[in-house]
């Protein structure tokens, strides 16, 4: 008797363990959380990805935490994640500011790192989904107010 109650529990405890894995899907709100990334910014990942790992990568490091007060991090930072279209300005036309980071001054000069809108986005949408950030994902759309500047130095070489 003592086994078949036990039996019994095991058996809910499988059941339970099942039902809870895949029932997370949640309906579609529109809203932009980290794990409802559409499709189109989906397919732009390995492009993001390829251009960080060529370009960003010396400056704001493989761990996105770039260098105290000379590079400002990307992960998990706040200046970043409060507004992701300046990003991607940034990222195509450069930046000479002096900006706070998560506490931390910079007041380097980054030049234009990409040449084309597309390849800004690609790039901070990889940002935004890796080195821990959850920070969802920005739309060509929302950054079609972002000109592209004309290059004052020689373009970087291809
Ligand atoms: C040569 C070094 C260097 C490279 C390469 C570089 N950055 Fe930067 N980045 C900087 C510096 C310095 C700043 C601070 C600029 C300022 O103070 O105006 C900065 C600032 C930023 C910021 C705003 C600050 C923040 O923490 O959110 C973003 C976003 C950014 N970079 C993204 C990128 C991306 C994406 C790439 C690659 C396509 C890249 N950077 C490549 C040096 C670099």
Redesign the pocket.
């Known amino acids: 008797m003592k086994r078949i109650a036990i039996l019994l529990v095991s058996v809910f405890a499988v059941g339970m363990i099942f039902s809870s894995c895949g029932g997370g899907s949640q309906p579609a709100t529109g809203e932009k959380t980290a794990g409802t990334i559409p499709a189109d910014i989906q397919a732009m990942m390995p492009r993001g990805e390829q251009?960080?790992k060529t370009?960003?990568v010396?400056?704001?490091q493989a761990t996105g935490l770039?260098v105290e007060n000379?590079?400002?991090?990307?992960a998990n930072?706040d200046?970043?994640l409060a507004d992701k279209v300046r990003?991607v300005a940034?990222?195509l036309n450069g930046?000479?500011?002096?900006?706070t980071?998560n506490g931390k001054k910079?007041?380097?000069?980054?030049?234009p790192?990409?040449d084309t809108k597309e390849d800004a986005v690609a790039?901070?949408n990889y940002?935004l989904n890796n080195f821990g950030n959850k920070g969802g994902y920005v739309t060509l759309d929302e950054a079609k107010s972002v000109e592209i500047k004309p290059r004052t130095a020689a373009p970087p070489a291809k």
Not at 70 to 74: R, T, Y
Not at 106 to 111: I, K, N, S
């Open positions: 251009i960080y370009k960003c010396v400056c704001h770039g000379v590079f400002p991090p990307l930072a200046y970043l990003a940034q990222t930046s000479k500011i002096e900006m980071v910079y007041t380097q000069e980054m030049t790192q990409v790039v901070i940002v």
